[in-house]
């Protein structure tokens, strides 16, 4: 049924089609709304049977999940920013143990500086956790990506965080078709766990392994993602067939089978790429767009073949590898090595800095020519970080960076007298 | 694309008027996309949302830099910040005021425009008077549809029992009756002038 519908109130529509078992969640913006509507589900008796958890922190949250999951429950959580940083350790033990949560990410910048806005830090952060990692562009998608992911989690017994834009689209209102429990439960069958704490079948989850099992136990992970890069593309065919909707798989392209320049990106930015690289086209530039939906498993090969016959790319990534620059510019390298490809990497939107066409037309244009550095700040101040290098080459107390910038910018009054 | 940015204060439902716009268009068969500036809002603090309302889908993210409508819910926020910045020359401009824009002191912004577009609206009295409670961003959507003819009273009064129930919605469509009354009589006067 078609709603103009806020993005967390549709996402949590679509995880009561899910028929969740155990939903536990610790509050923090912008992944708030979500869980206070499920709460509301619940609470209202509309999502039944499930147990909503009130849990004391995100470390409590994720601890909840697994022990939901190891009892056969389809659990649910949903945070963000530094609440993914706080339950990191046992987002590891989730994977490790391979249980099939499904975990919102609702994408927010990581502190400090304290920030509350959109970028990618936060489940960059967790890449290496043996998570998948699945990102998307739209609410329509969002809604769809978690259908999806709870057939994806359980068919291969691994978790799976679906990534959305923190405000940019947890807080927009906009058209989403959000599907019927029939042909939710058509899609998705009811969990049949592959391990259970079952009294009647006894079994430990969570042995200790030493170094004569680790690597294999290790490996089966990373096996399980390569199988993923089967799976998804299956489960949004299916979906498809079902839903009548493209939504997920592992890379979506757009105008790129006679593009010069492709510009790489994932999550809702996607949108105003495709806008610009619309103009752009209009006046002749031969310029196209690959999305990247699934971050982990990262499908080198897709990401190859869509490259292999442009010229140059341009990875826009919101998101920063202090010390070395791109993330998941580093991954595009690595897909096509050999090729011979100029690669530029620009990183933007992050603490939720907007990015704006006009910016776009300029990066562009110049990455078109070959006239940018490997790494692009777009939209940077560089008066103000000159100000403040400039600072510290002369004071040696030269203060805190972050409120010496907001002074710079004339926001707060940092100093006193 | 008709792009709206609507300006008011926490507490004064700047974000949910927008929301309420994009509920209209949607209620008409169009694409609407409403979202707010992202800031930490706190009671009284100056609040931006936006909204977008098209015939196709809509995927710009970016927030509204050329408004072709400007719907200022505090007239205090005139001081403040530049609210103006980027209204296409054509563009519409409510205001939540009592007084008149030559009364505010504003006449020089009607310089070159066209004056049936601009527009102030007793809106928080509107809202006292058939709410009980000063929240003006009811009246004002509904007077934007008067102005600008973008969206129907019709499809704000959809939108209206959408988000409320009963006495709230009652009062909530009667207060954007007399809105839309009010504005349309006003722009007419403006296009005799």
Known sequence: MLKQIEGSKAVAEAIGLCRPEVICAYPISPQTHIVEALGEMVKSGELTPCEFINVESEFAAMSVAIGASAAGARAYTATASQGLLFMAEAVYNASGLGLPIVMTVANRAIGAPINIWNDHSDSLSQRDSGWMQLFAETNQEAVDLHIQAFRLAEELSMPIMVCMDGFILTHAFERVDIPSQQQVDAYLPPFEPRQVLDPAEPVSIGAMVGPEAFMEVRYLAHAKQMQALELIPQLAAEFKERFNRDSGGLVRTYCIEDAETVIIAMGSVLGTIKDTVDEMRAEGHKIGVLGIISYRPFPLEQVRRALLSCRRFLVLEKSLAVGMGGIVATDVRMAVTGAGLKGYTAIAGLGGRPILKSSLHALFRRAQAEALPPVTFLDLDWDVVNKQLARERTTRRSGPVAENILYDKGIVSAKFG | ?193
Request: glycine share 10%.
């Open chain 2, 1 to 193: 694309m008709f792009q709206i940015r609507v300006h008011g204060r926490g507490g004064q439902g700047v974000v949910t008027a927008a929301e309420m716009l994009s509920v209209a268009a949607f209620e008409e068969g169009r694409h609407a996309q409403a979202f707010p500036s992202f800031g930490s809002e706190r009671t009284g603090a100056p609040v931006v949302a936006f909204c977008r309302i098209s015939d196709k889908e809509i995927r710009s993210r970016e927030p509204v830099i050329e408004p072709d409508a400007v719907i200022i819910q505090d007239a205090t926020l005139l001081h403040q910040i530049d609210i103006f910045a980027g209204l296409k020359p054509e563009g519409f401009v409510l205001l939540n005021s009592q007084r008149s824009l030559q009364e505010l002191g504003l006449a020089d912004l009607l310089k070159g425009r066209r004056p049936e577009r601009f527009c102030t609206l007793p809106a928080t009295e509107l809202g006292l008077k058939h709410i009980g409670r000063p929240i003006p961003n009811v009246p004002l959507i509904a007077g934007f549809a008067a102005l600008s003819g973008t969206i129907r009273l019709e499809s704000v009064i959809l939108a209206i029992n959408e988000k409320f129930k009963g006495k709230v919605a009652k009062g909530n469509i009667a207060a954007a009756e007399e809105a839309y009354l009010l504005v349309g009589q006003m722009i007419q006067e403006a296009a005799k002038c």
